[in-house]
């Protein structure tokens, strides 16, 4: 079973960026549509971004052209760099391959408030 390890959240203020990691500890992991999904208090889990293998991306609306999904496979890591931050970004991020192919990781916590 790969393991996802996802880092980089905090406290940030509104219109602020961050910058998400998340290493997968497998090298399969480069096979793999990878996926950043978030979950806030008291709503379902939803996919934000996607990249293929061929590094094709994909986001939601409520995202798009404030965050950028990348990756690199040689660091089995996949990135999400997020600006312009607002508070209903707020909410627990995590990675996963698209089809949920792995267990979830713990989440990194991303908190957007004045």
């Known amino acids: 079973q790969v393991q996802l390890v996802e880092s980089g959240g905090g406290l940030v203020q509104p219109g602020g960026s961050l910058r998400l990691s998340c290493a997968a500890s497998?090298?399969?992991?480069?096979?793999?549509?990878m996926g950043w999904y978030r979950q806030a208090p008291d709503k379902q889990r939803e996919l934000v971004a996607s990249?293929?293998?061929?590094?094709?991306?994909n986001y939601a609306d409520s995202v798009k052209d404030r965050f950028t999904i990348s990756r690199d496979n040689a660091k089995n890591t996949v990135y999400l760099q997020m600006n312009s931050l607002k508070p209903e970004d707020t909410a627990v991020y995590y990675c996963?391959?698209?089809?949920?192919?792995w267990g979830w990781g713990q989440g990194t916590q991303v908190t957007v408030s004045s």
């Open positions: 996963n391959t698209i089809r949920l192919s």
């Open positions: 990249i293929t293998s061929a590094r094709n991306t």
């Open positions: 497998s090298s399969i992991f480069r096979l793999y549509t």
